[in-house]
């Protein structure tokens, strides 16, 4: 069986664990501790500690760069789902790129202002003593007080998100590509905290976001 080693409101996790569920696969989820990634960081022999990390078999599959997608197109491979077909490869390099960049950079920010809520059933110490080595001391609370303009500046960066569904129910055609599945990720983080809804103004977009929280893989009969 395969496992997912991962943090519940990553985005990064959640586009591996919706493309595993689309999958069909039989898969475990071990969550890991914000503050404690020794597990991954032995699992894959001291060369890798961020989430998420998959393990299948004797296979230990992390990613290579912050662009490199090797565990979606591992799972595509294993699967035989057709996320990555040739001819729109330039396109969802460009569109993951943006996705994992201008969407994620302000989602994330909005969902942390809901940090301790998240965190309720871990030490929050380690959260928070990361996030302001990183962002400087007092981040989270400066989150919050943005949070209006953070949410202008999320719902215009998904407009092109909603353009795109136009005349169609993915984002590139009439069948979910890896970009679709990047874009929910990026979305599932933003929404995990329970406290946000898709900007009202993208009936299409949260169109989409329904079909994508359902839709499973065609198996052969």
Known sequence: ?????????????IVQRRI??????RFKIINIPNGDRSRVWRLTRRRYYAV????????????????????????????GLGLF???WEGVQSLL???FEGEIEAVGFKLNDIYWQENLKDEDPLPFLRHKERKFGRGCLALWHTQQESLLAQFTERLAPCEQMLAGKPFLLGVRPLFADFDLFGMLGNFLYSGHYRLPAVYPRLAAWHGRMSQIQFPTAA
């Open 1 to 13: 069986m395969i496992e997912l080693y991962q943090l519940a409101y990553s985005p990064y996790c």
């Open 52 to 79: 998420p990390v998959i393990r299948d078999g004797r296979s230990v599959i992390f990613e290579t760069s912050e662009d490199s997608q090797v565990i979606a197109k591992y799972l595509d491979t294993k699967f």
């Open 96 to 98: 993951w790129r943006y």
């Open 85 to 87: 077909p040739a001819e």
């Open 20 to 25: 595993l569920e689309f999958a069909g696969a």
